[in-house]
């Protein structure tokens, strides 16, 4: 059974500093991986799609890798602001479409 | 990115009453639509997956005959919630992709509170 880990669970850095945040997954036989943001009380915004046959994705400040052999993928926000405080969430995606999704990192970027 | 609207995005209903939330993509064609379960603080928790024209299929665990789910169009899935109970009040959120090897992308989520 697949299992979605997400390091660490709560994070506080000052403005202008990079963002590191893990994802982890225990059955390496995924089809996609997809990272969200999740402000509070909302729905998602997806940040980046990845699928397996690529090992990383970039769009603007965001840059994601995939290891699949390791079972990890680690997104990093460049030059963090405040208005990059959120819950981040990754998504493992079978090859049915369906999404596992981790617990979420909370991040809060202080002026 | 694509657009899924989800309405209402809040409603309060009393027990034992039916609500129904609704899940569009606005600007694609969605074959497959999700919905999601998320309690505070915790993570989203897949209820069901429903593609347009057939039967949605339930995650273990979740009870179909009060989670009605149709997706009649595609750009329209409906969740009933049946007889609903406090224990149901919940943050509900619909999700919908093109194709397997394509974004999912998500609503504004509903929250529900049942008194």
């Known amino acids: 059974k697949q299992e979605v880990t997400q390091i660490p669970a709560a994070l506080s850095v000052p403005e202008g500093e990079n963002l590191v945040l893990n994802c982890s997954f225990t059955d390496s036989a995924i089809y996609n991986l997809q990272w969200f943001r999740q402000d509070p009380g909302k729905g998602l915004t997806s940040l980046l799609l990845i699928q397996s046959s690529q090992r990383e994705q970039t769009s603007g400040r965001l840059n994601a890798s995939l290891d699949k052999s390791s079972g990890r993928s680690t997104l990093y926000i460049a030059a963090s602001q405040p208005g990059d405080s959120a819950t981040y969430l990754c998504?493992?995606?079978?090859?049915?479409?369906?999404?596992?999704f981790g617990a979420g990192t909370q991040v809060v970027v202080t002026p | 990115g694509a657009v899924v609207s989800q309405h209402p995005s809040w409603v309060i209903c009393k027990s034992g009453t039916s609500v129904k939330i609704e899940c569009r993509s606005l600007d694609f064609q969605a074959t497959t639509m999700f919905w999601y379960r998320q309690f505070p603080k915790q993570s989203l928790m897949l209820m069901a997956t429903?593609?347009?024209?057939?039967?949605?299929?339930?995650e273990q665990g979740v009870e179909k005959d009060k989670f009605l789910i149709n997706h009649a169009s595609l750009t329209l899935s409906t969740l009933t919630v049946t007889s609903a109970h406090p224990e149901d009040s919940s943050f509900y959120i619909c999700s919908a992709r093109l194709a397997v090897n394509t974004e999912a992308f998500f609503g504004q989520g509903t929250r529900l509170t049942v008194v």
């Open positions: 429903s593609n347009e024209g057939s039967k949605a299929t339930y």
């Open positions: 998504a493992v995606i079978d090859s049915w479409g369906k999404l596992q």
